[in-house]
């Protein structure tokens, strides 16, 4: 009777030994996502992803609303601490909030200071890098895509052509 208690306890005792030798992950912010992190962006092709979530800290130079796609674009100049999220010739950090996420993610004001988190990717259409698509945006106002503009991003994902009039230049 008292063998298997005896195993039992060293099966334990290792598994417990096992257990605390896996890495712990910490995540850089808790507004990271699981999944696929380009769901929902267009053209994801262009994009490397560098680092699944980032966070990064800066002040907003400007803010853009794409029409072709539904992105925010927002130029983010970085503190010195997140000046190595820059391409090397770069001294913005392009954010880009997709349609998708308008709903739940604030669109800063510009000069703004802000705390973002999202995706960290180099855009090899463009030559920068960028915080693609934010997930969490620390200041702002939360402004939904309209019904059309989530329409025409579907059909964008779709691959439907003619969906927008411009290019995303």
Not at 116 to 138: F, M, T, Y
Not at 144 to 158: C, K, T, V, Y
Request: proline share 7%; with cysteine.
């Amino acid at each position: 009777m008292r063998r298997p208690a005896v195993l039992l306890a060293l099966f334990l005792a290792c598994c417990t030994a096992a257990c605390s030798l896996r890495r712990q992950v910490t995540l850089p912010s808790p507004y990271c996502r699981g999944g696929n992190p380009l769901a929902g962006v267009y053209h994801p092709q262009r994009l490397r992803v560098k680092s699944r979530c980032r966070v990064a800290i800066g002040t907003v130079d400007k803010v853009k609303f794409e029409v072709f796609d539904g992105d925010v674009h927002v130029d983010l100049r970085p503190d010195p601490d997140y000046e190595h999220l820059l391409a090397h010739d770069g001294q913005r950090l392009v954010v880009e909030i997709i349609p998708q996420d308008r709903s739940k993610v604030a669109v800063p004001a510009e000069g703004a200071r802000i705390e973002v988190a999202g995706p960290w990717v180099e855009d090899s259409k463009h030559g920068w890098n960028e915080i693609h698509p934010a997930w969490w945006v620390s200041a702002g106002t939360i402004e939904p895509a309209s019904a059309e503009e989530l329409r025409r991003a579907q059909l964008l994902l779709q691959g439907v052509e003619g969906a927008a009039e411009e290019d995303d230049g």
